[in-house]
């Protein structure tokens, strides 16, 4: 697998926009985005609505992932291009989502919507949706070995590597939440104990495009993260970390890493397990 | 859009007093512009992003103390250093 594999540039969507077997699909944490302008031919997924189980805090399950995608006329042989905004937090989430139910060619744009926006590239009104036919989409059983949860955190703890991919604030505990977000959860602040603070951020360009291989395996080897141990990231709720995730699994190659997507809101959440607070 | 509204989004609904807000407004010429507003912390370290609203506006709920607003608007970056204190506005606006 090579970078370009799994990450394309804004030349490459414009070049693919009326590509059927290209789908490029829009995913923001701020889902009415898409209702105000968009790619021309993207399709949307909401992140809130579409990925989450409306009752427990879970996943939509595999034949709800089939029955999303094939409403969305997105077909097992496509190829989907993800892009969103804040710099592909929750595009970065959708494709490890993805990813977990086994879409075999999907792909990030890199920079997302913030590039294409700071390119002044075309976007179409947000009434102007596509129309594609539905598919009948199979999904694969969900794949675990890119998914942690709240036993392997604890688990990890001094044995594997910890990446806390929050803002330095967040992780020693003076935020509780990105800091252009209310503040005002109730769960308890800070970090798991043996977390490596590195913030998403320190993975991407000002303008939200990637930065090289060389400078991200120098990132983390500069913070003493041993990438030939098993790795587990997380931020709040999972959606910076499957950013790192993407770098450290798509791009870098690192097989034995894993998103914690309960995150902070549940691991801060928890009766009785270890807590440290301040910085690095 | 008709034009910039000064300093930043409505208010209503955001508990003032228990906040540290830093907002404002981006524009050009007096003229909103369309981009993007990161908050860096004193150390120069991301800490969140923003996109500027249709009337150019902005905000961000962060900690006491000192910060680096950065708008990010095609074709310029311009950053501004706040000191931001809980329950009191902390207005940004920023001309590129």
């Not at chain 1, 590239?121 to 009948?136: H, I, K, Q, Y």
């Not at chain 1, 991200?216 to 030939?228: M, N, P, T």
Request: charged content about 25%.
């Amino acid at each position: 697998m090579s970078r370009s594999d799994v990450l394309v540039d804004a030349d490459w969507v414009q070049a693919h926009l009326d590509d059927p077997k290209v789908v490029i699909v829009e995913v923001d944490e701020d889902t009415a985005a898409y209702d105000k302008n968009h790619i021309r031919n993207a399709v949307r997924i909401d992140w809130k609505k579409d990925l989450q189980d409306p009752v427990r805090r879970d996943f939509v399950d595999q034949a709800g992932f089939e029955a999303l995608l094939s409403a969305k006329g997105i077909a097992n042989d496509d190829t989907v291009v993800l892009y969103g905004g804040n710099n592909n937090w929750f595009a970065s989430y959708a494709f490890w989502y993805f990813k977990l139910y086994g879409h075999q060619d999907v792909r990030l744009l890199d920079g997302g919507r913030k590039k294409w926006e700071l390119d002044s590239r075309d976007l179409v009104d947000g009434a102007e949706v596509p129309n594609r036919p539905a598919t009948e989409y199979r999904a694969q059983a969900q794949n675990t070995a890119l998914r942690a949860f709240r036993d392997d955190v604890v688990n990890a703890i001094g044995a594997k590597n910890l990446v806390d991919v929050r803002s330095p604030d967040e992780f020693s505990g003076r935020l509780l939440a990105p800091a252009h977000l209310p503040q005002e959860q109730s769960q308890r602040p800070g970090h798991v104990p043996t977390a490596r603070n590195i913030p998403w951020s320190k993975n991407a360009n000002d303008d939200g495009t990637f930065k090289s291989d060389e400078e991200l395996r120098a990132l983390y080897a500069a913070e003493g993260v041993d990438l030939s141990k098993e790795t587990i990231a997380y931020c709040r709720i999972g959606e910076r970390s499957a950013l790192t995730w993407f770098v450290l699994h798509q791009l870098l190659g690192q097989e034995n890493v894993k998103n914690y997507d309960g995150s902070w809101t549940e691991y801060g959440s928890l009766v009785g397990v270890p807590i440290e607070l301040g910085a690095n | 859009m008709c034009g910039a509204k000064a300093g930043g989004p409505d208010l209503a609904g955001v508990d003032v007093a228990n906040e540290t807000i830093i907002q404002g407004s981006v524009t050009r010429d007096g003229e909103p512009v369309n981009g993007y507003v990161r908050l860096l912390d004193a150390s120069g370290e991301f800490t969140a992003e923003v996109p500027t609203s249709a009337t150019g506006q902005f905000r961000f709920f962060a900690a006491e103390g000192q910060w680096t607003v950065r708008a990010l608007v095609p074709g310029a970056t311009v950053d501004r250093k706040v000191v931001a204190s809980k329950g009191a506005l902390t207005e940004v606006p920023i001309a590129v």
